[in-house]
């Protein structure tokens, strides 16, 4: 079985910082693309960034300039930095993993979610 678990969300005010962290664990045969995604209250969960294991990202527009993603592949894990957060950042933050398991596939895993509140 594999679980991803989110930490470092938080309540923080306008023009400051977190740091989002998702570690993934079980039997992990190798991880593919990982990244984060968020979802607002009444809107649909959209794509943050993504970092892909040969090291290519994808950030949306929203957030370019400011978070960065990044990863560690010894510790199956993946992490957001998040620089001048604006009020329009606060969602659930989601991390997302392509996770072959045993040597059986590629399967998309989704962490529990961790709260991120910016106030203004």
């Known amino acids: 079985q594999v679980q991803l678990v989110e930490s470092g969300g938080g309540l923080v005010q306008a023009g400051g910082s977190l740091r989002l962290s998702c570690a993934a664990s079980?039997?992990?045969?190798?991880?593919?693309?990982m990244s984060w995604h968020r979802q607002a209250p009444g809107k649909q969960r959209e794509l943050v960034a993504a970092?892909?294991?040969?090291?290519?990202?994808n950030y949306a527009d929203s957030v370019k300039g400011r978070f960065t993603i990044s990863r560690d592949n010894a510790k199956n894990t993946v992490l957001l930095q998040m620089n001048s957060l604006k009020p329009e950042d606060t969602a659930v933050y989601y991390c997302?993993?392509?996770?072959?398991?045993?040597?059986?596939?590629?399967?998309?895993?989704w962490g529990q979610g961790t709260q991120v509140t910016v106030s203004s």
């Open positions: 997302n993993a392509a996770i072959d398991v045993r040597g059986l596939g590629f399967h998309d895993y």
């Open positions: 079980g039997s992990i045969f190798s991880i593919n693309a």
């Open positions: 970092l892909t294991s040969g090291g290519s990202t």
